[in-house]
């Protein structure tokens, strides 16, 4: 199965610094396959034939631990899961100059469908729940007046990972590129 393992919080505002060459050897050495990391925000693809997420996630928090010395969250999600997102994701939401779309990856004690009661949206903002994740859509010039600003600091914001749409978009590829290679190796 291949899966994306995103972290939380490292590379921040120079907080908890990763290095994307040294995480690649780490997943490698507990036995992750064909391992693809991607900017530095922690977004590694892999191959595990383990099919408990819980499981993958423990294994790359010790790991984290071991060769960095960081508590770090990582947040797992299979090919499907993840194709379910991207597949919900509007062509037309895109991050420019003139838009910004975020992808909000929730941890299980937030993802379901009530996570939007908890988030108080503002007339500006355009939000999809899919399972997993809320997809979250504003024009850049009404980004101060989004309800996503106020997120910062709460039990929700603890219990998310955000990466843009282009980001999602791109590990999508490369998640699938991987798989290409695995049905046709």
């Known amino acids: ?3 994306v393992a995103l972290l939380r919080g490292i590379n921040v505002g120079g907080n908890n610094p990763v290095e994307m060459k040294k995480l690649k050897t780490s997943f490698e ?27 993958i ?17 990582v947040l797992i999600r299979d090919f499907n899961e993840f194709e379910t997102i991207c597949t919900a994701l509007p062509s037309g939401w895109v991050k420019n100059e003139r838009m910004r779309t975020d992808v909000m990856f929730l941890w299980e004690k937030y993802d379901s469908p009530e996570v939007l009661e908890k988030l108080k949206i ?17 024009e850049g010039k009404d980004y101060s007046k989004s309800s996503m600003v106020k997120l910062v600091g709460t039990d929700l914001y603890r219990n998310i990972t955000i990466r843009n749409v282009n980001t999602v978009r791109k590990i999508f590829q490369i998640m699938s590129d991987i798989r290409s290679g695995i049905q046709s190796g």
Do not use: C, H
């Not at 503002?122 to 504003?138: K, T």
């Open 122 to 138: 503002s007339p500006v903002d355009n939000v999809i729940y899919v399972p997993g994740a809320v997809l979250w859509n504003v």
């Open 29 to 55: 050495s507990i036995g992750f396959r064909n391992v693809v990391t991607y900017i530095n925000s922690g977004n590694i693809v892999f191959e595990e034939k383990l099919q408990n997420r819980d499981v």
């Open 57 to 73: 996630a423990q294994k790359a928090e010790e790991a984290i631990k071991r060769d960095f010395q960081l508590d770090v969250k």
């Open 1 to 3: 199965m291949i899966y």
